[in-house]
């Protein structure tokens, strides 16, 4: 990384007592044109940061660009999607997949179900599908952190870098919310199951550990906390007749959304101390 001499003069000089510097690891590049920046930031407790960005004589415009887009690569980089990752590639298979096994063997085509044959069968499917969508947030996870370590490496972001993180933890999520949205689609047919067994008590008590599976996945606090997880999403309504690439976009926005939230024109006027932006000329 080439921070020069003049920089470094201009980046001193903009420093403030009790504060400490810190110079971004990497470059920014947009348009072929290459951007750094300096965080400044207290010893005290109560902490606050504040920017300058080079060139020194960028316009409000690339201040205000830059300002947004390495607030939030900061977030990306903090790898937010460790914990989607986790939750993606847990062992369902004492569980749900052991369910979908259940379900192949001993009702699928079982004579004791004939009224059940299609609805058991969009209960495998529906299986299907949230293992699938699950699997696909392991591989956005890995090709999210490839493009981590490539920036890290290489000390430098491009405008492509960036919109790849955001692609990838849109798509990520978009996952997360389809695999939630498949387990909602189930629960009318599992009810329907659930009756069905309990209707027919020899069934159920020759079947119980298939009976005992529908009956835990039917829990009305696990219906609950998937409710609440899909509220927290957005509106169910409108992203379950949304496109794929859609929901992705809409997980971008409302993800930067919250981030920047509390940075509104008056913080960063306030914040970046790039002539441009505080509204004096330099030289």
Wanted: glycine share 2%.
């Amino acid at each position: 990384m080439n921070f020069n001499a003049e920089n470094a003069q201009l980046a001193e000089k903009h420093k403030r007592f009790f504060e400490r510097m810190k110079i971004t690891p990497f470059e920014f590049v947009k348009e072929n044109k290459v951007y750094q920046r300096v965080k400044y930031f207290t010893f005290f407790p109560k902490r606050y940061s504040h920017y300058l960005f080079f060139p020194y004589d960028v316009s409000y415009e690339e201040a205000q660009d830059l300002f947004y887009q390495l607030i939030l690569l900061d977030w990306y980089l903090t790898d937010p999607l460790d914990e989607v990752n986790k939750y993606a590639s847990r062992d369902y298979g004492p569980s749900i997949y052991r369910y979908r096994k259940i379900l192949q063997d001993e009702a699928l085509g079982a004579p004791n179900f004939k009224t059940q044959q299609e609805r058991t069968r969009r209960m495998i499917q529906g299986i299907d599908t949230i293992e699938e969508n699950l699997e696909k947030i392991e591989i956005a996870y890995e090709n999210y952190k490839e493009s981590l370590k490539h920036i890290i490496r290489d000390k430098k972001c491009t405008a492509e870098d960036f919109r790849y993180l955001e692609v990838t933890y849109g798509e990520a999520m978009a996952y997360l919310f389809l695999q939630a949205k498949e387990q909602k689609e189930m629960v009318d047919d599992l009810k329907t199951f659930q009756r069905f067994m309990e209707e027919n008590k020899e069934l159920k008590r020759n079947r119980n550990d298939m009976y005992q599976i529908t009956r835990i996945m039917t829990n009305s606090n696990d219906l609950y906390n998937l409710d609440k997880s899909l509220k927290s999403y957005g509106d169910y309504n409108v992203m379950r007749e949304q496109t794929f690439e859609e929901i992705v976009e809409h997980f971008i926005q409302s993800n930067e959304k919250n981030v920047t939230s509390a940075l509104d024109e008056k913080y960063m006027r306030k914040n970046v101390r790039n002539p441009s932006v505080q509204g004096v000329k330099h030289g």
